[in-house]
């Protein structure tokens, strides 16, 4: 019986990472091991400052480590428009093209009801009622032009139909079952600039 030691222990918690599989998770493991001054110890300290500081902003649901986010605390920032998002890695895909000036709204996900996710387990109350805001004249559906994506999507509009806010959604650059986070800039510029009204 193989005995289980800190390096299959770290080879087994990289491999849970999206994107790496039990080889990548080796290699991975490997490479940091054997350069442990400059990238593991450095990269330990970086996991701990980040599980001790990071949190979840009270308003959109971003990742900052200061609440608000420095999205929310920015007075800059149009708050008359929301940008409806799945995730924070959506709002960071957006954030790159540096084309959007508004506020966000993070979901946690979309409406899956294969994957047991339904209106409840998604921040949609929360939405409604920053969209009842006097102040919010838009919201941007930025959802994932999938199937799920699309169905979140219908569902928020008509959740939205009471507040007195005109709805959006991305238009043209985003291909039918693509994600947000895979998007170069220019789609994502493209795509917010001809956004249109559902």
């Known amino acids: 019986m193989q005995q289980v030691n800190e390096i299959d222990t770290l080879i087994k918690l990289l491999a849970k990472i999206p994107g790496l599989g039990p080889r990548s998770a080796r290699r991975a493991a490997l490479y940091l091991i054997s350069n442990s001054d400059q990238i593991l110890q450095p990269l330990s300290q970086a996991m701990q400052m980040a599980w001790q500081n990071v949190k979840n902003c009270q308003f959109c649901g971003n990742l900052d480590v200061q609440d608000p986010c420095y999205i929310c605390s920015d007075p800059r920032r149009d708050e008359t428009i ?20 508004g506020r966000y709204h993070i979901l946690g996900g979309v409406l899956s009801p294969l994957d047991g996710r339904g209106p409840e387990e998604l921040n949609i109350d929360v939405l409604v009622k920053r969209a009842s805001d006097s102040k919010v004249t838009e919201v941007v559906l ?57």
């Open 82 to 101: 929301i940008c409806v998002v799945e995730g924070v890695s959506d709002l960071w895909a957006l954030e790159r093209t540096a084309s959007y000036q």
């Open 142 to 198: 930025a959802t994932s032009a999938t199937v799920d994506g699309k169905t979140t999507g219908h569902y928020i509009t008509d959740c939205l139909t009471n507040c007195s806010v005109s709805i959006s959604e991305l238009a043209q650059g985003i291909p039918l079952g693509g994600e947000l986070d895979f998007m170069d800039e220019g789609t994502l510029i493209a795509a917010l600039k001809d956004r249109r009204v559902t």
